[in-house]
């Protein structure tokens, strides 16, 4: 199973952004080192990396820069991608243009996911003022991922409108056949959350 090279595109610009270019450069020599796949391939936005691939670079840019700390740095990174590929200007900004909320749930969140990978099937639903989002024959067993898949789409509907509060029903780490995920919408506001960014380093803002 595959994701588009976007995740690359981003994480590269969230790295460069908090830390330089420099410091980019001389990690993606090690992962060169580590893993020849980045070495015999090129990656740009509209690639298929496989999933694992881009876990074994997400976990190396972790281990690099944010002190290993898997756990939050795999939110933030959630929370980063969507922000990059739905706000305005973002590559699939169009995505956020539907006003109807039960539309926007039910048709663009599955959407969302079959833009970022080949594989794996989504379904969301509203019900009452809960989006529940099932992910079904998606083969990554990783809670962090899970993590990462969680806070992607709070952001969505954060981008939306919508601050939510989730909760993870069923999981795939735990040995589920699913990924069940359940968001319960609060009114609609904003709000901006600053995420440390690693030793030494001052604060990213999400919003």
């Known amino acids: 199973m595959n994701i588009k090279g976007t995740f690359l595109t981003i ?25 020849k796949y980045f070495k015999d391939n090129v990656i740009v936005t509209v690639t298929l990396v496989p999933v694992e691939k881009s876990i074994l670079l997400l976990d190396g840019v972790i281990d690099e820069f944010f002190n290993g700390d898997k756990k939050n740095s795999y939110v933030l990174f959630g929370r980063i991608a969507a922000k990059f590929a739905l706000s305005e200007g973002g590559f699939y900004h169009y995505l956020m243009q539907t006003k109807d909320l039960k539309t926007f ?5 599955p959407k969302i996911w ?10 969301a639903r509203l019900e009452n003022n809960s989006v529940l989002i099932n992910i079904t024959d998606f083969p990554v067993k990783n809670q962090y991922y899970e993590g990462f898949i969680t806070a992607y789409y709070r952001q969505v509907l954060k981008i939306f409108g919508r601050k939510s509060t989730e909760t993870i029903v069923r999981s ?5 056949n699913d990924l069940l995920i359940k968001y ?17 380093q001052s604060s990213l803002t999400i919003e």
């Not at 420099?22 to 580590?34: A, G, P, R, S």
């Not at 749930?105 to 969140?109: D, F, G, I, P, S």
Request: glycine share 10%.
């Open 184 to 200: 319960v919408l609060s009114a609609r506001t904003s709000w901006t959350k600053k995420v440390p960014r690693g030793r030494g």
């Open 11 to 35: 994480t590269k610009s969230t790295v460069i952004a908090a830390f330089g270019l420099e410091k980019w450069n001389n990690f993606m020599v090690k992962m060169v080192e580590k893993d």
């Open 105 to 109: 749930v039910e048709t663009n969140l």
């Open 114 to 123: 079959s833009i970022h990978f080949d594989g794996g099937f989504v379904t």
């Open 172 to 176: 795939l780490s735990a040995g589920k």
